[in-house]
């Protein structure tokens, strides 16, 4: 069945069935054309939370199913690929956290979105990029604090809010650690007309920030989550972009900003996990309503009070 057959088939469906699909800006192009809504890992999650659908489809990676099932357990929620993992969510499990819950037995833990039911269920709130530094920042100063599992989003968190009493996980995402042995200051320089945008996962944001001696100018490198990345470039005037994240959301930036170029920081910033959702993968799991993603009744309440805190502070 070609391209065209495929997404007629998922779009009757869809219909039929009354179902809404959203896709990651990491996801593939054809998979971000055919979605309902494109965003990131914040944007998700509201809109899994405010949709009337009685099916939803995920076209992400695993631990973003789970938190549209916890914030619409009344919903149906599947994933098109159950091997569309990740590997920052990996990095930190249930009996570590708990272990490092002991050692600190009067800290408040703060999870990134990019954890599993589990650990969220663990924490005290939930985190994305987006919001990472605000809910740091609603937190008394005197407050110890827990942040898992990504060490360059809570570094550029510590540097950004100079905290006190503010430990890190040492896990990162497989992709983002290593554009931070890319050369930025060489690329600006190859680029002297372009932004660079970079991920705060990225391990060379919080250097930037900091305006180390790694980088030889940093004034037009800029640090952003995905979607602060989307609202940049549409209202930048800068026609040239250099991307230091997940290269799918290139695609997402040129459809919305047709005249303006965007490159990738390197062509094989590229998450697997993310790319294993196709169309006829989404196809047969509409047909079948396969791969739901289902958090347990007793785990998704507790795990529902770090996210709905995570919602509240945009």
Same mark, same amino acid.
């Given at each position: ?8 088939e ?7 069935? !009354?179902?809404?699909i959203?896709a990651? !800006? ?7 054309? @055919?979605?309902?809504? +494109? ?9 899994a939370g ?5 099916? @939803?489809?995920?076209?992400?990676? &695993? *631990?973003?199913?789970? %938190?549209?099932?916890? #914030?619409?357990? !009344? ?11 990740c590997?920052?969510?990996d ?24 954890? %599993?039911?589990?650990?969220?269920a ?10 990472? +530094? ?10 110890? @604090?827990? *942040? ?5 989003? =809570? =570094?550029? #968190? ?7 009493n503010? &430990? ?20 600006? !320089?190859?680029?002297?007309d372009a932004?660079?945008?970079? &991920?705060?996962e990225c ?28 609202r ?5 005037k $800068?026609?040239?972009? #250099? #991307?230091? %994240?997940?290269?799918?959301?290139? &695609? ?32 047969? $799991?509409?047909?079948?309503e396969?791969?739901? +993603? ?9 795990a529902?009070?770090?996210?709905q ?6």
């Amino acid at each position: 069945m070609n391209n065209e057959k495929v997404i007629a088939e998922i779009n009757k469906l869809k219909k039929e069935k !009354n179902a809404v699909i959203l896709a990651h !800006n990491y996801q593939l192009p054809e998979i971000q054309d @055919i979605a309902d809504f +494109v965003g990131d890992s914040l944007g998700l999650s509201q809109e899994a939370g405010r949709t009337d659908a009685d099916l @939803i489809v995920f076209c992400g990676v &695993h *631990f973003m199913a789970e %938190t549209a099932s916890i #914030i619409s357990p !009344n919903k149906k929620v599947i994933i098109p690929d159950l091997e569309a993992g990740c590997s920052l969510a990996d990095s930190i499990t249930i009996e570590q956290l708990k272990e490092w819950k002991k050692e600190h037995p009067d800290a408040l833990v703060l999870c990134y979105v990019n954890t %599993t039911a589990a650990i969220k269920a663990e924490s005290d709130y939930c985190v994305t990029s987006s919001n990472a +530094v605000k809910v740091v920042e609603s937190i008394p100063e005197e407050k110890e @604090i827990l *942040f898992l599992p990504d060490r360059f989003l =809570g =570094g550029y #968190i510590l540097a950004k809010t100079g905290r006190k009493n503010f &430990h890190i996980w040492k896990g990162a995402c497989h992709v983002h650690e290593k554009i931070g042995d890319i050369n930025l200051a060489e690329i600006q !320089n190859q680029n002297p007309d372009a932004e660079i945008l970079i &991920h705060p996962e990225c391990g060379c944001s919080t250097s930037c920030m900091l305006k180390s001696e790694v980088f030889a100018d940093c004034s037009k490198m800029s640090i952003y989550s995905t979607e602060g990345m989307m609202r940049h470039v549409n209202k930048s005037k $800068a026609q040239k972009f #250099i #991307i230091a %994240t997940e290269k799918g959301i290139l &695609h997402r930036m040129k459809k919305e900003n047709p005249s303006k170029e965007f490159l990738p920081v390197s062509e094989d910033s590229i998450c697997e996990y993310m790319k294993l959702i196709t169309l006829e993968k989404l196809l047969e $799991a509409l047909k079948e309503e396969k791969f739901e +993603v289902k958090v347990p009744d007793e785990l998704a309440i507790k795990a529902q009070i770090p996210i709905q805190r995570m919602l509240k502070i945009v």
